[in-house]
Every structure is written in structure tokens, then in C-alpha cells.
């Protein structure tokens, strides 16, 4: 299986627990402000820089950036 789809499935599942698990926990505007700090986690637990990870998701460096430093939802 190619890392694309390796990554793919990962961030999938990543974002799915915290919507399913933690969604059940907090309302959805607390679950929006801690989801900058859970990209983090995640990013830093598979040793992606923010480039690495906006170009798996299509987006730009910036827009990772702004998630992580609760800058944009």
C-alpha cells in the first residue's frame, strides 16, 4: 500500500475519533478551539512537518498553521 493511502487512512481515522468520541464530550464550539492542538499531536506523533501534512490534505502550509494556533476553523 502507497504512503498515500497509508496517511489517507490515518487522518481519516484520526479525524473521525475526534468528531465521533469527543463530539459526545463537548459542545462543538469547545471541540472547534481544541482541534488546533489535536492537528499538532497528531502531526508531531507521525514526524510530519506542517508542509508535509497541507500537502497530504491539500491545503497550504498557512492554512495548517492558522488550525494549529487557533487562528481559523
Known amino acids: ?3 498515500f493511502f497509508r496517511c489517507k487512512d490515518s ?3 484520526f479525524f473521525w475519533e475526534i468528531v465521533h468520541n469527543q463530539n459526545k464530550k463537548m459542545r462543538v464550539g469547545a471541540l472547534m478551539a481544541n482541534i488546533g492542538k489535536q492537528i499538532k499531536e497528531f502531526r508531531m506523533k507521525k514526524d510530519m512537518t506542517q508542509d508535509e501534512l497541507a500537502d497530504k490534505l491539500f491545503v497550504s502550509r498557512q492554512t495548517i498553521s492558522n488550525y494549529e494556533n487557533n ?3
Request: include cysteine; charge should be positive; aromatic fraction near 0%.
Open 1 to 3: 500500500m502507497s504512503c
Open 11 to 13: 487522518l481519516r481515522d
Open 71 to 73: 487562528k481559523s476553523h
